[in-house]
């Protein structure tokens, strides 16, 4: 009797090098993305990014490292080095890359040549279902909008039953509200698959809302992952913490484990005495209220009303001979002080990052 199958393991990604000349773009990157997992790679353009998922793909060389799924080494940088096609993974480019001269069925189709005609069709048909574009099988793509388009290659895409899917800034080049929409869609397709999922995005939003974990890149490595939550509560540094939102900037010296700032006395994280630090604290780690309801007070210079939430402009007084510092604190909607208003300024301590001031 034959022994079972091993369960399928995902995505492994070790110890990864890319060099462009002299300059590494990816540099021993390492990660694991389970069946069923969305993993996302988050940083700025240049990061190295692209070139890591085409170096998955196939796309690029593996010049050192390995590209491992399900067990199966894929790339070795050495001896072993399977084509992309029979990678059994799936691509999809911000440009979505759909060929204008075939139908949507056919664009769909074009990666089934393995299956009998009946078969194809019926997968191609149940696909475009899933994204909503049964009524445009037999359209052409410069007869569909931005996010039709984009519909169709996330179906095409799906439609190999790939074990990996890959998608480069999928959202990049469509409006603030079809993006929102198609975010949904894509989670909500891609949540049916067991297939293991790399999203390269720019956006910390889209990493947050997409993403199982994240991995945050710079300048060719990863420089800390794991789930949303962790990242945005627990950065590892000021470029991951400003990276998932706006931050107040505050600097200090450490004195006996702790900074001492105008909002307060704020605990130094570890850093030793004497170290010039900076304080980040988020917009929303800042609560107002009447005159001495906090540890400091300040004058408000500006309000803007954001929807549902309101942006205040401070500014809070540091001393004779200093320049105000300015802050900003976001707060619900309704009600907003006014300009000119003062303000008591209660700080949340336990939302407050504390990182030497070399670490950008």
């Given at each position: 009797m034959a022994e079972p199958a091993p369960p399928p393991t995902g995505l492994r990604v070790e110890g990864v090098r890319h060099?462009?000349?002299?300059?590494?773009?990816?540099?021993?990157?390492?990660?694991?993305?389970?069946?069923?997992?969305?993993?996302?790679?988050?940083?700025?353009?240049?990061?190295?990014?692209?070139?890591?998922?085409?170096?998955?793909?196939?796309?690029?060389?593996?010049?050192?490292?390995?590209?491992?799924?399900?067990?199966?080494?894929?790339?070795?940088?050495?001896?072993?080095?399977?084509?992309?096609?029979?990678?059994?993974?799936?691509?999809?480019?911000?440009d979505f890359a759909l060929f204008p001269h075939l139908t949507v069925l056919r664009n769909v189709a074009f990666g089934l040549s393995d299956l009998a005609p009946k078969m194809r069709r019926e997968r191609c048909l149940e696909v475009l279902g899933q994204v909503g574009m049964l009524d445009h099988a037999e359209r052409y793509p410069h007869e569909l909008s931005g996010g039709e388009q984009q519909r169709v290659a996330l179906a095409r895409a799906r439609a190999p039953r790939p074990r990996v899917m890959m998608l480069d800034e999928p959202f990049s080049n469509l409006d603030i509200s079809l993006r929102s929409q198609l975010r949904d869609l894509v989670l909500h397709v891609i949540k049916r698959t067991t297939a293991s999922t790399v999203i390269v995005t720019h956006d910390p939003e889209e990493a947050m809302f997409m993403g199982d974990r994240i991995a945050v890149m710079r300048d060719g490595r990863i420089v800390q992952q794991?789930?949303?939550?962790?990242?945005?509560?627990?950065?590892?540094?000021?470029?991951?913490?400003?990276?998932?939102?706006?931050?107040?900037?505050?600097?200090?010296?450490?004195?006996?484990?702790?900074?001492?700032?105008?909002?307060?006395?704020?605990?130094?994280?570890?850093?030793?005495?004497?170290?010039?630090?900076?304080?980040l604290v988020r917009p929303d780690s800042l609560v107002l209220g009447p005159v001495g309801e906090g540890s400091a007070s300040g004058s408000v210079l500006a309000t803007?009303?954001?929807?549902?939430?309101?942006?205040?402009?401070?500014?809070?007084a540091r001393g004779p001979g200093s320049e105000d510092l300015h802050l900003h604190v976001r707060i619900p909607g309704r009600p907003r002080p006014r300009e000119g208003d003062t303000v008591g300024i209660r700080l949340d301590a336990d939302r407050v990052f504390v990182f030497p001031l070399v670490d950008r």
């Open positions: 060099v462009f000349g002299e300059r590494a773009v990816v540099d021993d990157v390492g990660f694991t993305v389970a069946p069923a997992e969305i993993f996302c790679l988050l940083g700025p353009s240049g990061c190295g990014k692209t070139t890591l998922l085409r170096i998955i793909a196939g796309l690029e060389k593996l010049q050192r490292g390995r590209v491992i799924v399900n067990g199966r080494v894929l790339a070795d940088g050495a001896s072993v080095d399977v084509a992309p096609e029979s990678r059994s993974m799936t691509l999809l480019f911000q794991g789930t949303p939550e962790e990242l945005y509560d627990h950065p590892e540094s000021a470029f991951v913490a400003e990276l998932f939102s706006d931050v107040n900037r505050i600097h200090g010296i450490v004195r006996d484990g702790r900074v001492e700032t105008p909002l307060g006395v704020v605990g130094a994280n570890g850093l030793a005495d004497g170290t010039e630090a900076e304080v803007r009303m954001l929807g549902e939430s309101s942006l205040v402009h401070l500014g809070v």
